[in-house]
């Protein structure tokens, strides 16, 4: 899914737009400020906090109601995204890779509601001026891709679905411990055209059994739970990174006031797969801690996960999505950090002024050589 969410005015009634730099919603007909409110209180009169969710429940299908959601969604022929129609839209542009959309046969697209959120905290127009930078220091980008990316068009606020897990690990293992040691030896070396023997310190390792058993609890590993920006993996550090996991909000309506929000098209065993690859090395990391020594060997690791629980979480970005020469390239920017990414098209024109640029400065500096001699 990928929906824009609407809050009305207070004052006019028109959509309003949560403003990142402010904290606050903002109209943008009548320019009214409305405060955003306080978080709801949860049980015990405190604001609410974010949970976890059981996730062999999810899998059994058995969550309850509340915390699920379904929508009607049309997937998107270049990339795959979940986009939403309301019933006012006849035709629209997907966010992420500028396709043309048009409103046609529908599917309901089911999920976990989402549990968290991490406000936007920077602004369109930041994000605008760090795309200007980032375009500038392409040196051979072809020229209308930067015309055409600077020509005003706004950018897509997108608040990208992602999972987090945690789990209590523990694995048996079987392994090497090798402990260095140095003994002396006669070592031959050629040295400035002669041979000569003497004494050196060389390093051995001494190998011996290791078996043993060790535990590790994990807490909020990300997985993107989208393709659309990670092809091919899901893996969160594929996509925009260094998401400040602390600042997670419990979710709520007001912060997606003006933005989208994508929902997640990767499954949610498929997820804990990917999340699995991280808490695995993690674990291999306490069995060679534990093992200690010089050095490790690892022959066998067992490893299990219990009490796993997962929160579907709502990450921002701010996309840019420009078609050039039938091509779409993209800009990624992440709403807290504002660190840009991006894919570019390459100038051959451009390349090849540079090779010859480079030939010829190669070539004057030889003739000038030659004069010297």
Same mark, same amino acid.
């Given at each position: 899914m990928d929906q824009k969410r609407e809050l009305p005015c207070s004052n006019c009634g028109a959509p309003l737009r949560y403003d990142p730099g402010a904290l606050t919603l903002t109209c943008e007909h009548c320019g009214t400020v409305n405060e955003l409110p306080p978080d709801p209180a949860g049980p015990w009169g405190a604001a609410s906090a974010v949970h976890e969710l059981d996730y062999a429940k999810a899998l059994a299908d058995r969550l309850d109601a509340t915390e699920i959601e379904e929508t009607q969604t049309v997937r998107c022929p270049g990339c795959g995204a979940e986009i939403s129609f309301d019933a006012t839209t006849i035709a629209e542009e997907c966010p992420f890779c500028a396709t043309p959309l048009a409103k046609s046969a529908t599917h309901t697209h089911r999920h976990p509601k989402p549990q968290a959120v991490l406000p936007f905290a920077i602004p369109e127009r930041d994000a605008r001026g760090r795309m200007g930078n980032w375009l500038s220091g392409l040196w051979f980008a072809p020229s209308g891709l930067k015309q055409y990316a600077r020509a005003g068009r706004p950018m897509q606020g997108v608040y990208l679905p992602h999972y987090t897990y945690d789990a209590r690990g523990e694995a048996d293992y079987q392994g090497l411990r090798g402990d260095a040691y140095y003994v002396t030896q006669m070592v031959t070396f050629t040295e400035g055209g002669r041979t000569?023997?003497?004494?050196?310190?060389?390093?051995?390792?001494?190998?011996?059994?290791?078996?043993?058993?060790?535990?590790?609890?994990? &807490?909020?590993?990300?997985?993107?739970?989208?393709?659309?920006?990670?092809?091919?993996?899901?893996?969160?550090?594929?996509?925009?990174?260094?998401? &400040?996991?602390?600042?997670?909000?419990?979710?709520?309506?007001?912060?997606?006031?003006g933005f989208r929000a994508e929902a997640?098209?990767?499954?949610?065993?498929?997820?804990?797969?990917?999340?699995?690859?991280?808490?695995? &090395?993690?674990?291999?990391?306490?069995? @060679?801690?534990?093992?200690?020594? &010089?050095?490790?060997?690892?022959?066998?690791?067992?490893? @299990?996960?219990?009490?796993?629980?997962?929160?579907?979480?709502?990450?921002?970005?701010?996309?840019?999505?420009?078609?050039?020469?039938?091509?779409?390239?993209?800009?990624? +920017?992440?709403?807290?950090?504002?660190?840009?990414?991006?894919? @570019?098209?390459?100038?051959?024109?451009?390349?090849?002024?540079?090779?010859? +640029?480079?030939?010829?400065?190669?070539?004057?500096?030889?003739? +000038?050589?030659?004069?010297? @001699?």
């Open positions: 000569r023997t003497e004494p050196r310190q060389v390093r051995k390792i001494r190998w011996t059994p290791a078996a043993g058993h060790v535990r590790r609890d994990f &807490d909020d590993v990300l997985v993107a739970a989208t393709e659309t920006l990670t092809p091919g993996g899901g893996r969160a550090e594929d996509g925009p990174r260094n998401w &400040d996991l602390d600042g997670l909000k419990p979710y709520r309506t007001e912060y997606l006031a997640p098209t990767l499954a949610l065993d498929q997820g804990f797969a990917r999340a699995r690859v991280a808490m695995d &090395d993690g674990l291999t990391a306490n069995v @060679r801690a534990d093992i200690g020594g &010089d050095e490790q060997q690892i022959s066998r690791m067992a490893a @299990r996960y219990h009490d796993i629980t997962f929160k579907h979480v709502l990450l921002p970005a701010w996309l840019a999505a420009y078609r050039f020469r039938n091509r779409c390239y993209r800009v990624v +920017i992440n709403g807290r950090t504002g660190q840009v990414s991006g894919e @570019r098209p390459w100038s051959i024109w451009k390349i090849a002024l540079a090779v010859l +640029i480079a030939a010829a400065a190669v070539g004057a500096v030889a003739w +000038i050589t030659s004069q010297g @001699r």
